[in-house]
């Protein structure tokens, strides 16, 4: 009976840490959201809540690596247990990522000095919807342990990487022919690269999905759109 109760109690920790990680990533997809929104509106309010609410997101990382040390500390793990315990907190490090670029959006957005531009509007609103969407469907792979969902999310961001090439190539254009775009150009530069290296960071979360589930890394390179690192 003890060691079907500490059974018991080890899959509510296991249960326990994955409600958290779940939350994590419900917060970073928040703070992108309203960050990717307070570029586009210029809505400096909403970057400020933004750029605030970013502690957040840094409390429940710390929140799951302190409860996976005490459960890894009390708890003989079997492997498929200590894949997803350590998973967990990988997890949560690229997740923290993610809310890291929402909140370094929001910084940026505050100290643009002119409104955004339809056409760079609307590649930034579908990056932002594209990682958004990677997200989702990454952690879903999570939730249902599903290898396979995880294995189409991590080769699914090659546009993504298209459209960040196009939208570098439009900003650096628009230096080129007005200097007084420049200001606002490099800031939005370093909004498009931190979009890009978010999906990348939900490609390595679903490699830690799959990981976790399988026991196998995935194998081959990740597809890439040539020119983008």
Same mark, same amino acid.
């Given at each position: 009976?003890?060691?079907?109760?500490?059974?018991?109690?080890? @899959?509510?920790?296991?249960?326990?840490? %994955?409600?958290?990680?779940?939350?994590?990533a419900?917060?970073?997809?928040q703070?992108?959201?309203g960050?990717?929104?307070a570029l586009?509106?210029?809505?400096?309010?909403?970057?400020?809540?933004v750029?605030?609410?970013?502690?957040?997101? @840094?409390?429940?990382?710390?929140?799951?690596?302190?409860?996976?040390?005490?459960?890894?500390?009390?708890?003989q793990? !079997?492997?498929?247990?200590l894949?997803?315990?350590?998973?967990?907190?990988?997890?949560a490090? %690229?997740?923290?990522?993610?809310?890291?670029y929402?909140?370094?959006?929001?910084?940026?957005?505050?100290?643009?000095?002119?409104?955004?531009?339809?056409?760079?509007?609307?590649?930034?609103?579908? !990056?932002?919807?594209?990682?958004?969407?990677?997200?989702?469907?990454?952690?879903?792979?999570?939730?249902?342990?599903?290898?396979?969902?995880?294995?189409?999310?991590?080769?699914?961001?090659?546009?993504?990487?298209?459209?960040y090439?196009?939208?570098?190539?439009?900003?650096?254009?628009? !230096?080129?022919?007005?200097?007084?775009?420049?200001?606002?150009?490099?800031q939005?530069?370093?909004?498009?690269?931190?979009?890009?290296?978010?999906?990348?960071?939900?490609?390595?979360?679903a490699?830690?999905?799959?990981?976790?589930?399988?026991?196998?890394?995935?194998q081959?390179?990740?597809?890439?759109? @040539?020119?983008?690192?």
């Amino acid at each position: 009976m003890p060691k079907k109760h500490t059974r018991e109690l080890f @899959d509510q920790d296991l249960r326990t840490l %994955h409600e958290e990680v779940q939350r994590l990533a419900a917060q970073a997809a928040q703070e992108l959201e309203g960050a990717i929104r307070a570029l586009l509106q210029s809505d400096r309010a909403l970057a400020d809540e933004v750029v605030a609410s970013d502690l957040t997101a @840094d409390y429940q990382q710390e929140q799951i690596n302190q409860h996976m040390r005490i459960v890894l500390a009390r708890q003989q793990a !079997m492997a498929g247990d200590l894949r997803e315990i350590l998973a967990a907190a990988r997890i949560a490090a %690229h997740l923290e990522r993610l809310a890291d670029y929402a909140k370094n959006t929001a910084k940026r957005a505050r100290v643009l000095t002119k409104k955004v531009d339809a056409q760079v509007s609307a590649q930034f609103s579908w !990056m932002g919807d594209r990682v958004a969407a990677m997200l989702r469907q990454v952690m879903q792979a999570y939730d249902e342990r599903n290898a396979d969902e995880a294995n189409v999310a991590w080769s699914s961001d090659a546009d993504l990487d298209r459209i960040y090439a196009s939208l570098f190539a439009h900003l650096l254009q628009q !230096m080129e022919q007005d200097v007084t775009s420049i200001h606002d150009a490099i800031q939005l530069l370093f909004v498009a690269k931190g979009l890009e290296r978010a999906g990348d960071h939900v490609t390595d979360i679903a490699e830690e999905v799959y990981l976790m589930v399988t026991g196998s890394a995935l194998q081959g390179p990740r597809p890439k759109v @040539d020119g983008v690192e």
